[in-house]
């Protein structure tokens, strides 16, 4: 008989409402606690995002679906088990909670994950929503709309995609991103399509990091960062999250954006970028 080891998993929920309590398994995290880190560790998100949807019309599900690649990044660097979990949990705040952990036994972890993902994240087999009438979610039509404008500008290609904070920041498994940005002389500009409607967190969290991520950049390069936030035109301002949220961007000098908004300052930049080569 093969040896059994000893494994931990704990299942990542998404809470969209912290006050209800209500939750979704989304993700499990399957390792092998050692002394000196992980000898097996991996993580799976759930390939069935409905019940998400049902819990939370106006989920991100690509926010969501991005999360396995972060989770994935940390779990390379051999670390405590509760010191990982601690980071996470602090990153994801409260829209995404992390459950207690269980422990199990199997002799090949890989074949265990599948079985425990399939008792915690698949739910019965439904019939398959046809993609053409997926409705995205808030943070890819910002998205679709700042790359639209860009685009018919003739700025997107001249800029960066996908830009990654650790690269300034020099920490590992940094999770800011930012969706484009450009640069003209001594200023780089970056863009990002900021959902508020369903959570405000990852707002939160993008104004209080970026004057630390524009210190690194002008350390780094000698380049002054500036920020747009992108959010979506039909926000309820009076909401008192969303309205925080949008103070705190003000407070740390990110500017804020409409998606309507995109097609006049796409062609700014462009006339800024035409200026700067001639």
């Known amino acids: 008989m093969a040896d059994l080891k000893q494994l931990e998993f704990c299942l990542l929920r998404y809470v969209p409402n912290v006050v209800r309590g209500e939750f979704v398994n989304i993700g499990l995290l399957l390792f092998e606690p050692q002394p000196d880190g992980f000898g097996f560790a991996d993580v799976r998100m759930t390939s069935d995002w409905r019940r998400a949807t049902c819990l939370d019309g106006e989920v991100d599900i690509e926010v969501l679906q991005a999360l ?3 989770v994935r990044t940390r779990l390379q660097h051999p670390q405590d088990v509760a010191s990982l979990l601690h980071k996470l949990e602090d990153s994801f705040a409260n829209l995404i909670q992390i459950s207690p952990r269980k422990v199990c036994l199997a002799a090949e972890p890989t074949r265990e994950l599948e079985t425990l993902c399939s008792v915690y994240l698949e739910g019965p087999q439904l019939e398959a929503l046809p ?3 997926r409705q995205k979610g808030e943070r890819a039509v910002i998205l679709a709309q700042i790359k639209d404008a860009f685009t018919r500008a003739g700025v997107w290609a001249l800029g960066m995609e996908h830009i990654s904070a650790a690269k ?7 999770p800011i991103f930012f969706d484009f940005g450009y640069v003209v002389g ?3 500009k970056f863009f990002q399509a900021v959902p508020l409607k369903a959570s405000t967190t990852h707002a939160v969290n993008l104004a209080y990091r970026f004057p630390e991520i524009a210190d690194r950049i002008f350390a780094e390069t000698h380049a002054s960062a500036q920020l747009t936030a992108v959010v979506a035109d039909d926000l309820d301002r009076t909401n008192p999250e969303i309205e925080f949220a949008l103070r705190e961007f ?6 804020v954006a409409t998606a309507s908004d995109m097609p006049s300052i796409a062609d700014r930049a462009r006339q800024e970028l035409n200026a700067w080569r001639r």
Do not use: F, I, M, P
């Open 68 to 70: 396995e690649a972060d």
């Open 131 to 133: 993609v053409a009438n």
């Open 186 to 188: 001594t200023d780089v």
């Open 168 to 174: 300034y920041t020099k920490k590992k498994g940094d």
């Open 250 to 255: 003000k407070e740390k000098h990110v500017q």
